[in-house]
T-cell receptor, first 110, second 116 residues
Framework: QKEVEQDPGPLSVPEGAIVSLNCTYS??????FMWYRQYSRKGPELLMY????GNKEDGRFTAQVDKSSKYISLFIRDSQPSDSATYLC??????????FGTGTSLTVIP | GAVVSQHPSWVICKSGTSVKIECRSL??????MFWYRQFPKQSLMLMAT?????????EQGVEKDKFLINHASLTLSTLTVTSAHPEDSSFYIC????????????FGPGTRLLVL
């Protein structure tokens, strides 16, 4: 079993839709959770960083962590064509070991 | 926010030559830097982890003599692809850890390497 599972998609939504991206994990020691956005031919960009459980909101983006279910989500409200990218989840128990999902490809259609 | 730069952004070289890629943390000190490789439409593949002033730790299957990593200061790490061959053509991305401030990584923009 992989440490982190992420549906690769592709996911295609109309502009203005709410997007839900998810990852599951198996290691209950993970405490630090991240979402990255990667445009084609670019390095990943940190979108959200969350410690432990709970929600975090930043503009149109909301990150949720449910440690009891080992499940994290990223919600994008009022999606825009510029949100079209690959979204990577990542997590860590601390230290220098990070575990990445394989990424979900999202296309927002104008 | 924390900014990581990479240079060059793309490079084309002849087979057999060596190529050096620089990774810099511009506004923070990075005790740990990571080097990744990414093929088209695939996820990140960790190559090695380097801590300032010590030898890099390479992932299984990554040739340390082929991919030389030096982390000489808290803001600079370099990856040298020695005797490059066409199969080394890829997208190389570095990242820097912002610990202990945050348990996360900030990525550079990547370097596209094409070996002819």
């Amino acid at each position: 079993q992989k440490e982190v599972e992420q549906d690769p998609g592709p996911l295609s939504v109309p502009e203005g839709a709410i997007v839900s991206l998810n990852c599951t994990y198996s290691n209950s020691a993970f405490q630090y959770f991240m979402w990255y956005r990667q445009y084609s031919r670019k390095g990943p960009e940190l979108l959200m960083y969350t410690y432990s459980s709970g929600n975090k909101e930043d503009g149109r983006f909301t990150a949720q962590v449910d440690k009891s279910s080992k499940y994290i989500s990223l919600f994008i409200r009022d999606s825009q064509p510029s949100d079209s990218a690959t979204y990577l989840c990542a997590m860590s128990a601390g230290g220098n070991q990070f575990y990445f999902g394989t990424g979900t490809s999202l296309t927002v259609i104008p | 926010g924390a900014v990581v730069s990479q240079h060059p952004s793309w490079v084309i070289c002849k087979s057999g030559t060596s190529v050096k890629i620089e990774c810099r943390s511009l506004d923070f000190q990075a005790t740990t830097m990571f080097w990744y490789r990414q093929f088209p439409k695939q996820s990140l593949m960790l190559m090695a982890t380097s801590n300032e002033g010590s030898k890099a730790t390479y992932e299984q299957g990554v040739e340390k003599d082929k991919f030389l990593i030096n982390h000489a200061s808290l803001t600079l790490s370099t990856l040298t692809v020695t005797s490059a061959h066409p199969e080394d053509s890829s997208f190389y991305i570095c990242s820097a850890s912002h610990r202990p401030y945050q348990e996360t990584q900030y990525f550079g923009p990547g370097t596209r390497l094409l070996v002819l």
